[in-house]
């Protein structure tokens, strides 16, 4: 079930995005870093520079598709 927030299901998984990282700021700073959209074929080259730029301090990264075989990339870097 959900909180009245969305930020837990039955599972324990995280449908809330913004629930999510208030929840564990108390514990550690964090910032996240917007990849506009890119084609399909340009996920894996986008997904690699982002572990080159930001290294061991990434903790998420989210992957979303948009229309048009477009996605969004999100990555969460704790400071």
């Known amino acids: 079930m959900q909180g009245i927030d ?4 039955v599972h324990g998984y995280r449908t809330n995005r913004r629930a ?4 564990s700021e108390g514990a550690a700073h964090k910032h996240s870093d917007v990849i506009e959209a890119v084609p399909l074929y340009l996920v894996p ?3 690699t520079a982002s572990v080159k730029k930001f290294g061991g301090a ?4 989210h992957v979303t598709r948009g229309g048009r075989h477009m996605y969004g990339i999100t ?3 704790q400071e």
Not at 20 to 23: H, L, N, P, Q, R
């Open 6 to 9: 969305g930020s837990q299901d």
């Open 20 to 23: 999510a990282i208030t929840e």
């Open 45 to 47: 080259p986008a997904v």
């Open 58 to 61: 990434i903790r998420e990264m």
């Open 75 to 77: 990555v969460v870097v």
